[in-house]
């Protein structure tokens, strides 16, 4: 039997003395899955691990190979020293678990997966993937590291995002697709923005006039994340640097801008192209364009990450699934318009009204336009939502105000 390996290399882990990052070395190896851990493999390196692949690469990437020092690793034995079934069904795990991986801790990366056998030397490394050095993060998360936390969310997420990936959750598995394909267009920003703004689109949305669109797909992002909520979690932006807060809301609005923008073959305003946010240390501010790189990043992977914590496999597994549950959230296209023009005729009376004031006086417009009347229950549905969102005023005397 043939001892073999497959790595998926980890740019590297926080130090131990760094507030913001911290790892402690003790935990490794750490298990994620039954034969899948995170370790340091330095010591299975030795002189000849790569002698022959300085024939077939550059000095600067066999460096790169070289200077690995954590991986995620998957351990099995096969009756064959050669590849087969065993040896990509392994590379197809460990390359799933660094998808997963890169959801909870996106980093730069320089090397990827690699295949070989154990000897008693140490590894016998007998394929990696290119290409390396071609896979980039958004500025935010250039300076980031492994935590002991994103171990511990890993195991803890990682048997459901597994179901995911192998079974029929194709808005979960489309949205983690584009995910990752957008790292790989580093070398011209609109195919990645189109990428995670589709990301977004495959896991909230689906192909019907009441589940689609800017207004829908908004809506529901600062429904399942929180409107206010920061794209920057704590510690994101080092101590050192300028920190700055945009939330979910605004970046949604701004990227729907710029998504319009590019797929109706429009150019992009200057004005998106303008700092967003300051650096120092001499590195480059960071225009408009940049923070809603960071934040479509953040949208698209704590919204997975959410389904797969939360156990929601199953209510974003299909369109017919993704539809009954955002209708009973009162999230689709009917519900979202009946909430504004409740807001609108609130705003416009500037005056404290009933709901069955508000149901006669809206249901007159609809009648002038021969459009289907409104039900009380559903007026009292769209003041129950706005009052949740925050644009309603429950009076507290059966009346309501903006």
Not at 63 to 91: M, W
Not at 174 to 195: C, E, I, N, V
Not at 359 to 378: D, I, P, W
Request: charged fraction near 25%.
């Amino acid at each position: 039997m043939a001892d073999k390996i497959t790595l998926y290399a980890i740019n590297a882990v926080g130090a131990p003395w760094d507030d913001e990052s911290p790892f402690d070395m003790r935990v490794l190896p750490f298990t994620i899955l039954p034969e899948v851990t995170v370790e340091n493999i330095s010591e299975l390196f030795n002189e000849n691990t790569f002698s022959w692949a300085g024939q077939t690469i550059s000095n600067t990437d066999l460096a790169d190979l070289k200077s690995v020092r954590y991986a995620i690793v998957h351990r099995y034995k096969t009756a064959y020293p050669f590849q087969g079934d065993e040896e990509n069904e392994s590379e197809d795990l460990v390359t799933k678990i660094a998808a997963c991986l890169r959801l909870i801790r996106p980093m730069r990366q320089r090397a990827l997966v690699m295949r070989g056998v154990m000897t008693q030397q140490g590894l016998d490394v007998h394929h990696f993937d290119h290409p390396i050095n071609l896979m980039d993060v958004p500025e935010v998360q250039k300076l980031f590291h492994l935590r002991n936390a994103d171990l511990e969310l890993l195991r803890d997420v990682a048997p459901r995002f597994l179901t995911a990936m192998n079974g029929d959750y194709w808005k979960i598995r489309m949205a983690l697709q584009y995910h990752d394909a957008g790292h790989w267009q580093d070398t011209f920003w609109k195919p990645r923005f189109s990428l995670w703004v589709s990301g977004v689109e495959a896991l909230y949305t689906t192909p019907d006039s009441e589940h689609n669109g800017r207004l829908v797909t908004i809506e529901r992002v600062k429904d399942f994340l929180g409107p206010d909520t920061n794209i920057y979690d704590p510690g994101d932006i080092p101590k050192y640097l300028p920190q700055a807060k945009f939330t979910v809301s605004e970046v949604m609005e701004d990227a729907y801008t710029v998504r319009n923008f590019i797929v109706h073959g429009e150019r992009v305003p200057d004005k998106f192209y303008s700092t967003g946010r300051s650096s120092s240390g001499g590195t480059p501010d960071i225009n408009r364009i940049g923070i809603l790189f960071e934040g479509l990043s953040f949208v698209l992977r704590k919204s997975i990450l959410r389904v797969l914590r939360d156990n929601l496999l199953e209510e974003f597994k299909s369109k017919s699934a993704s539809r009954k549950y955002w209708s009973t959230r009162l999230l689709t296209r009917p519900h979202l318009m009946g909430r504004a023009a409740v807001l609108q005729l609130l705003q416009e009376r500037n005056c404290p009204l009933k709901p069955g004031d508000i149901t006669l006086m809206l249901n007159q417009r609809k009648q002038a336009q021969k459009l289907k009347l409104y039900t009380g229950v559903e007026i009292t549905q769209y003041l129950s939502s706005g009052v949740q969102q925050g644009g309603i005023r429950e009076n507290g005397d059966g009346t309501y105000s903006a």
